[in-house]
């Protein structure tokens, strides 16, 4: 078993930005990729991006490529996601998760194993 917690959440004004950390405990020589997913109020849990644990190599929805960068520090088990250029529609609970093998798609929810509690994200205009 992997134990995701995240971090980092708040509120921000439009244009700012905000740094996610997700800390990996447990199993986490299991870890093959982690990503960041996220929620908006009514609507379904969606992709946001991605990266392999080995090697680094990183993976965006179009809605945050520019703006966002997703990152890890394997010495210490933590993901991170800066979030930069923030906007209203970025508001939304930021999931952290953890998959164990390699994904069909690194955007595909059903590929990962391991969820974190979330943190929300709220930005004003």
């Known amino acids: 078993q992997v134990q995701l917690v995240e971090s980092g959440g708040g509120l921000v004004q439009a244009g700012g930005s905000l740094r996610l950390s997700c800390a990996a405990r447990g199993r986490t020589f299991e870890i093959y990729a982690m990503g960041w997913f996220r929620q908006a109020p009514g609507k379904e849990r969606e992709f946001v991006a991605a990266?392999?644990?080995?090697?680094?190599?990183?993976y965006y929805a179009d809605s945050v490529k520019g703006r966002f960068t997703i990152s890890r520090d394997n010495a210490k088990n933590t993901l991170y996601l800066q979030m930069n250029s923030l906007k209203p529609e970025d508001t939304a609970v930021y999931y952290c998760a953890a998959n164990s093998h390699h994904p069909r798609s690194f955007g595909a929810r059903d590929e990962y194993d391991y969820w974190g509690q979330g943190t929300q994200v709220t930005v004003s205009s």
């Open positions: 990266i392999r644990w080995s090697g680094g190599s990183t």
